[in-house]
Structure formats: structure tokens, C-alpha cells
């Protein structure tokens, strides 16, 4: 099967755009893996897959698959990418689109310097829609892992986010502690893990341990969900600029205000390349 396909990125964030709306594509676990691959095949952290919309008030349905196979809710940079790709292959002249996920529905919008915002709505705090085993909803959390004790907020923005501050992002135990969070038995469907450092009210410094793709140099959602968690907890203004491996997002949430405020994000996407690949020739 010969697929057509864009590799675009989000501050690093890398990303196979694939248009299911003027090709035929059924994607598997393994058919992922594949196009993932970065020694046998294009290589990137999540697999982005453009559909026609099932609602009447969606322009598109996105599909978010990560590099282990698994599909996920949402993915913050990627969206990003969803509407700069959707305007360049032909599929819409909008500036604006509504867009159905697995996490709920997204409006991404281009702005006039090329950047995009997305609104992802309201975070979601409760701990049973995350998933998050925890008697009842707080503001802090004590996390027992690998034998010590690791104060996170628990909260979606699209995916489930365990965030914690940290000293120092660059010592951060993001490699080793970040797949035990991951795993942890009081999320049952795993978890996105945030290491934030607080710069001062309107910057922070952010790795994340993305469930199913491992550390990225940026994530989006985990962007908002670390900006969301420095306001809850007092040490954030409502705009903040977040700086990640792979280069800086803007995020602003009035929560403080009103708690149903959607959190947008903002930032620039690139387009890397364009081709065809076989997938009968990929290896995992």
C-alpha cells in the first residue's frame, strides 16, 4: 500500500500527517509502529490521521495515534499542525475549524502572523474522568513512587497530566521517574508526566514524559496542564510563556476568574517534508 503522508513538527514535536479524507487509510498498532519507526521508517512521535467529520458542526475528525500504536484522546502540537495541514493540501480555506477528538471538540485557529491557537476548553479536575484513583478532588496530590513521595496535580487538558514542580528541569529525573508515573497503578489508562520549572508568574521551563512516546521536546496539552497547575497553585499569572526543549509556546487560562475558562495555547508549526511511502517495505 503506497501512503501519502507530511512530516510536520510543533517546537520539535514531531509529527506523520496523513489525509484520510482523499485516500483511503486503516490504520493498525503495527502499521503505526512502522511509520514511527525511526530507524525503519519515517520516524516521529505521534501519527496524525485527518478524517471527515461524524458531527454536523465539525469540519474534520482527528486521530491521534502514538508511536507505540496506541490512539489517544488529544495532542496539543499537533492540532496545531492539524490546521496549518488541512489549509495546505486543500481540504479547507478556513481560518478557523471545529474539530472532533477522542478528548472532546477543539478549535484551532491561524492568526495573522502564521502562529496558531488552539482552545481546548475547560481543564477537568475530577479525578474519576481522568482516569485517577483518589478519594476526592484536590488541589495536591501525594504520589508514592519508587519510594519516595511526589507532590503532582492530576488533571486533563484532552489527556490525562500528572504535573510536579521541580528545581531545575535539566536535573530532573524525567527518564527514570517519568515512566514509573506513567505506569503508576492509580492511573489505570497511564499517564502524560510534567517536570515544571517555575521562572517567575509569567515563564516556565517544561519536560514531559509522554505516555506511549516517551520524553518529546514539547508537548502542547502538557504545556496547558503545567500552566493550569502553576495558577491552581498560585505561582502563575493567567498568560504564561513555556519553554521546552524543542522551542516555546504561549498559554493563557483566567481559571483564577472563572474555573469553566477554556485554556488556549499558542505557537508556530513547520512543515518538514512531503512523499510516499510503502508500507509493505517499513519495519517495526
Known sequence: MLLRFTKMHGQGNDFVMLDGVSQRIELTPGIVRRLANRHFGIGCDQVLLVEPASRADCDFRYRIFNADGGEVEQCGNG??????????????????????????????????????????GAPRFEPATLPFLAGQREDAYALEVDGRTVTILALAIGNPHAVQRVDDVDTAPVAT??????????????????????????????????????ETLACGTGACAAVVTGI?????????????????????????????????????????????????????
Open 79 to 120: 492540532a496545531r499542525c492539524f490546521v496549518d495541514f488541512v489549509r495546505h493540501i486543500g481540504l479547507t480555506g478556513k481560518g478557523s475549524i471545529r474539530v472532533e477528538t477522542l478528548g472532546g471538540v477543539i478549535e484551532p485557529s491561524v492568526n495573522a502572523d502564521g502562529t496558531v491557537t488552539v482552545n481546548f
Open 177 to 214: 521517574l517519568g515512566p514509573l508515573i506513567e505506569h503508576h497503578p492509580r492511573f489505570p489508562q497511564r499517564v502524560n508526566a510534567g517536570f515544571m520549572q517555575v521562572i517567575d508568574r509569567t515563564h516556565i521551563r517544561l519536560r514531559v514524559w509522554e505516555r506511549g512516546a516517551g
Open 232 to 284: 491552581r497553585w498560585g505561582l502563575l499569572d493567567e498568560t504564561v510563556h513555556v519553554a521546552a526543549r524543542g522551542g516555546e509556546l504561549t498559554v493563557t487560562w483566567p481559571g483564577l476568574h472563572d474555573p469553566m475558562a477554556p485554556v488556549l495555547m499558542r505557537g508556530a508549526t513547520a512543515r518538514v517534508f512531503t512523499g510516499e511511502v510503502e508500507l509493505s517495505e517499513l519495519k517495526e
